[in-house]
């Protein structure tokens, strides 16, 4: 009984009095009136001893497991907050003491608030982490050329044990290393685009169909992003690649072409308003490849059209150069005439007729064979004009000699008769030219031995030789005289 009537911490002395005591008097009373003997009062006694020692046990324990709780939820809230701390790279959460003090529950209370900010911290953080990552797995899948890719954020896979901000700039530093990168390439990818269009339009080729064969995203028809991967700017580049080749190609085949309508042009003759259909092709024989844009310049049609226009010409040149050959044959013996020089044989001429009209020889090498006879007359014809005006002078005054001694042998000269003034004005510049031929002879002859020394061949005059003839009895000077080549008198000449 002594254990019951002690205080207990539980419950004040005067609860126990007020509600054991009654009980246990209450109990004395029934005994005393049964007369429940010592023994069997000492037994229920103890027995109720126990049963409240079993009780307070029991209470005890629960108490215990209530405090280990709290105790783990503490320590489970501290160290899931120091977690948090360090994965996100913080060292603290202001406005949290530093030390906690207080029972369990006003610690835990004082830490659950700190931990559910640090939560929702958390899942922000996580969810940048998450747009970051999947942005860079999509621009890298963009990259990798990977056309099926699920850019769902919820197949993002984040390390939640490391989110701090260092962690993220690392991560934001790579993704716009990426978008630096991908726009890089798009730039390519549209450089390309832009110089498979020119290329194509330079060629008269559809555009849309060579970027669709590459692949189909690189058509604006299609309403996809382009693929950007190593492999489609390796197609790219080799797509452009040929197209310049075929480029150059073409140019060179219409440089052959307008080189030969050039030839054919010159050789015929052909008006400007016939080669003004061709322009387009001749004014392409001076430019680069490099330096050729125009749409519709290099296409198979113009190629075409020059190729049947230079066919057109040649069968029309062999018709057209025997009558260009005898226009040229005509020129060149009018410079020989004109200038009293030595013409080419009929004979060889004869020849090379025959010649053109078998094929033998080239009409352009015979028209340039022409081309170099005619310049070569016209500089021998130049070479001569000046003893061919004294030659032409010293003719007039031996015609003006010859009639002046026609005249002195007339015994009528001096009559009265009509014209006799004038013949007689005549006779008087007739004398005076007459006395200027040793001079006229001496400087002609000159000039002539001259020429011959410079040229290394004989000065001819109508296929004859200039002889100077010495005077004698029956002339007072020395004279000139025209011979042919044949004649003996050749050995007289100086």
Known sequence: MASFQSPITMRSSALLETSCGYLLQELQMIWDEVGEDQFEREKVLLDLEQECLDVYRRKVDRANISRARLHQELAESEAEFTHLLLSLGERSLPGR????????????????????EMRLRKEERVNQFRAVQAQIQKISAEIAGLSEYDDSSTNVIVNENDLSLKKLEEYQIELQGLHNEKNDRLQRVEKYIDAVRSLSATLGMESSMIITKVHPSLSELFGISKNISDNILAKLNSTVESLEEEKKKRLEKLHQLGKALTNLWNLMGTPYNDRRKFSHVT???????AEVSESGSLTHNIIEQAEAEVKRLDQLKASKMQEL??????????????SHMEIPSQSEMDKITNLLNSGEIDHADLLT????QISRA????SSRKVIMEKVERWMLARDEERWLEEYSMDENRYSVSRGAHRNLRRAER???????????VDSLFAMTKSWEEERKKVFLYDERIMLLVEKTSSHQYPKLQFVSKSDSLMSQRD
């Open 97 to 116: 003491p530093e030390k906690m003090t207080g029972t369990l529950k006003e610690q835990l209370d004082s830490i659950t608030p700190a931990l559910r």
């Open 283 to 289: 004014s392409l024989l001076s430019v680069s490849s």
């Open 325 to 338: 050959f005898l226009k040229k044959q005509k020129e060149l013996e009018d410079i020989c005439n004109n």
């Open 369 to 372: 064979s022409m081309d170099e």
């Open 378 to 381: 016209k500089e021998e014809a």
């Open 430 to 440: 007739a004398r005076v030219t007459v006395k200027k031929i040793p001079a006229l």
